[in-house]
């Protein structure tokens, strides 16, 4: 036996139909080769801690990323274990769109790995990749060298 129940039209609101037409988030999980790393150091402290400035170029990227850069201030403890400030440009091209954008953030190293967690600068996009937002990780140990994984979320305008 069936029983039909009583539809009613459903009315999408304008919120409702924008969070439904938003693009759907992409996660890119690759890696670009540290083709470069001058670290300078800016002030060392009498407990030997110090606090230095790198400058990263980075090539040979893969699934789109073709090259970047960082330039990171880091606090060493001393321990040797830091925490760090990053600002990163990315090129390349991402679903077709070429482009490039930047990404600024934070993270730390314990001694053995490096975690860095960025979000992509609202307005810094360039050519194609116009209107791109998300963010990017980086958990990275000496096996890793001479490469950065990084594993990029993002959504194109």
Same mark, same amino acid.
């Given at each position: /036996?069936?029983? $039909?129940?009583?539809? &009613? =039209?459903v009315?999408?609101?304008? *919120? ?16 670009? &080769?540290?083709? *470069?790393?001058?670290?300078q150091?800016? $002030? ?12 990263v ?6 699934? #789109?990323?073709? *090259?970047? %850069?960082?330039? +990171?201030? /880091? !606090?060493?403890? =001393?321990?040797?274990t830091?925490? !760090? ?7 390349? %091209?991402?679903?077709?769109r %070429? #482009? ?5 953030g934070? #993270?730390?190293?314990?001694? +053995?790995t490096?975690?860095? &967690?960025l979000?992509?600068?609202d #307005? *810094? ?15 990275s140990?000496h096996?890793? !060298? =001479?490469?950065? =994984?990084?594993?990029?979320t993002?959504?194109? +305008?």
């Amino acid at each position: /036996m069936f029983t $039909h129940a009583l539809v &009613r =039209p459903v009315r999408v609101t304008t *919120s409702q139909r924008r969070a439904y037409d938003r693009p759907m988030s992409v996660t890119l999980d690759t890696k670009l &080769r540290i083709a *470069s790393w001058d670290e300078q150091s800016i $002030h060392e402290f009498d407990d030997g801690g110090k606090l230095t400035r790198a400058d990263v170029t980075l090539s040979e990227g893969a699934d #789109g990323l073709e *090259s970047g %850069s960082f330039h +990171a201030v /880091m !606090y060493y403890r =001393p321990d040797g274990t830091s925490s !760090y400030t990053t600002v990163m440009r990315l090129t390349g %091209s991402l679903q077709g769109r %070429s #482009g490039s954008f930047v990404l600024i953030g934070d #993270g730390t190293f314990d001694g +053995a790995t490096a975690r860095g &967690r960025l979000q992509i600068v609202d #307005g *810094s996009a360039t050519g194609e990749l116009v209107g791109i937002v998300g963010r990017a990780e980086s958990d990275s140990t000496h096996v890793d !060298y =001479p490469f950065m =994984p990084l594993s990029l979320t993002f959504e194109l +305008a």
